[in-house]
């Protein structure tokens, strides 16, 4: 009888030649990281698409490290670790969205949507299989990479506000903030990042005088979150510290610390920022906190109309959905392009079936990343714990603002799955190298995440002259996949 991979002759999983065959990998995911939060080169017609284009060029660059042979090996041992019930998952998921495009309306976005969900399981396993190979110091490179994606998005914004009050100039907080910061809604992206500001001073055994200044950039990033945050990002940042402090074992306290420290100095200069304002009425007053309280019920009476119609659309298709990415095509009163809740928009678009599947992998990914902060006292960490709440503080903002949309949360939240999977979950022992059972399994994962990287960027190719065409003032848009949300016409 064949032997099983896991049963066949053992292995020790090794660093494949060393960390420089994840080099490339890395590097792509770090530029990424680093450029997305003020990325706005002007290629695509709206800044949304800009964003979109970005991580597609990213995803789309991944399969070039998978020339390497060894890469193709760890990425395949990734999976293998992955659970068997979150494998099977994952093919639900993936085989139940393809059904739903075939049977859909708008083929052409219904396929995107389901290579972009491909494409994002080939990050998060070439992002674990990297650190698990501690490929060039990983979370170190990962840490700084966010925090200076963080850091450009400070300066821009300190550098641009500043010139706007010399000149002048009104200062809106949609535009230009939001245009240059480019993550369409500043605090989903923030939410999984701000709580790994504090990771490079505390990681890198800096001297004071740097520490000193990844102080100040974490606090000034903290400052834009007091100034611009919304409900959503911080009722998440409740949820992510109390995981942390009920589930952490070793080390809750000095994270809670030194969590605190940042945030509040960020409240400081959010504070001393907007006295002086209201003593310069030429700058635009800084919306803060009070502006939480000012939006009052119309945003939560939208969302709940939102449930309402992800609900019908349930009832109306419960098999298959209403097609992936095609829930801004339906019918409904609101003018938002999703339902802003990630549950709801998994079961309306993708079906009960495929979309009761990515539910449960969301909610596996969450129990195992808090598990890992059970572990024996002394091994956990200030970075594990930062990276559990990271998570949990993005996906608690996923079920208000359905942020898992977006280019940067969608990016993030591969990487930071993948991140929290690398360091924890050893690779299984098993058939290697010539095994055909093996070799079968890396040949289907290269070929799928080959032929999705070919359809988005093939249908992204054909999006773009489209888009160009369509004068700004004829449609309203409201962003899901592209920019124009609720078109249908290609």
Request: hydrophobic share 55%; aromatic share 10%.
């Amino acid at each position: 009888m064949a032997m099983t991979i896991q049963e066949n002759s053992r292995m020790n999983f090794r660093t494949f030649e060393g960390g420089h065959s994840f080099s490339l990998t890395l590097a792509i995911v770090c530029l990424y990281l680093i450029l997305s939060p003020v990325w706005m080169p002007g290629i695509a017609p709206r800044l949304y698409d800009d964003s979109r284009y970005l991580e597609l060029i990213a995803l789309g660059l991944l399969i070039i490290p998978l020339a390497r042979s060894t890469v193709r090996d760890a990425v395949t041992l990734a999976w293998l670790s992955l659970d068997k019930k979150a494998r099977t998952l994952l093919v639900v998921l993936l085989v139940g969205g393809a059904l739903s495009v075939y049977v859909s309306k708008a083929a052409h976005l219904g396929s995107m949507e389901v290579a972009l969900v491909a494409q994002l399981v080939m990050l998060t396993l070439m992002v674990s299989a990297a650190v698990r190979a501690g490929a060039l110091q990983a979370d170190k490179l990962l840490a700084i990479a966010i925090f200076a994606g963080a850091a450009l998005c400070v300066l821009k914004f300190w550098v641009t506000y500043v010139l706007y009050a010399l000149e002048g100039k009104f200062f809106s907080w949609i535009s230009p903030f939001l245009i240059f910061a480019n993550v369409r809604f500043f605090s989903q992206y923030q939410s999984y990042t701000l709580l790994l500001m504090i990771l490079p001073g505390i990681m890198l055994g800096s001297s004071r005088s740097a520490r000193a200044l990844f102080f100040i950039v974490a606090a000034n990033f903290w400052a834009l979150h007091w100034m611009v945050g919304t409900r959503a990002a911080w009722f998440g940042l409740m949820v992510g510290s109390a995981v942390v402090l009920v589930f952490m074992r070793n080390g809750r306290m000095v994270w809670v610390r030194e969590q605190m420290l940042v945030a509040l100095a960020g409240a400081v200069i959010f504070l001393a920022h907007s006295h002086i304002v209201t003593s310069l009425p030429q700058m635009a007053p800084v919306p803060g906190i009070k502006s939480i309280v000012d939006r009052g019920q119309a945003s939560i009476n939208e969302r709940l109309d939102l449930a309402q119609s992800a609900l019908g659309f349930m009832k109306e298709q419960p098999l298959v959905g209403v097609g992936p990415g095609q829930f801004g095509l339906q019918s409904y009163s609101a003018f938002a392009a999703h339902p802003h809740n990630v549950p709801l928009q998994l079961l309306s678009e993708y079906g009960i079936p495929a979309g009761l599947a990515g539910v449960a992998l969301i909610l596996m990914l969450s129990v195992y990343a808090v598990r890992t902060l059970r572990k024996a006292p002394g091994q956990s960490s200030i970075l594990d714990g930062s990276l559990v709440a990271a998570l949990t503080m993005g996906l608690t903002d996923s079920l208000f603002s359905g942020n898992l949309i977006m280019p940067h949360s969608q990016m993030l939240f591969g990487v930071l799955a993948g991140w929290i999977v690398g360091r924890n979950e050893r690779a299984p022992s098993g058939l290697y190298g010539n095994a055909p059972e093996f070799r079968r399994l890396r040949l289907t994962i290269v070929s799928i995440a080959i032929l999705a990287v070919a359809i988005t960027t093939i249908l992204g190719l054909e999006y773009l002259p489209l888009a160009r065409d369509i004068p700004v003032w004829l449609l309203p848009w409201n962003p899901h996949f592209w920019q124009y949300g609720r078109f249908s016409a290609w």
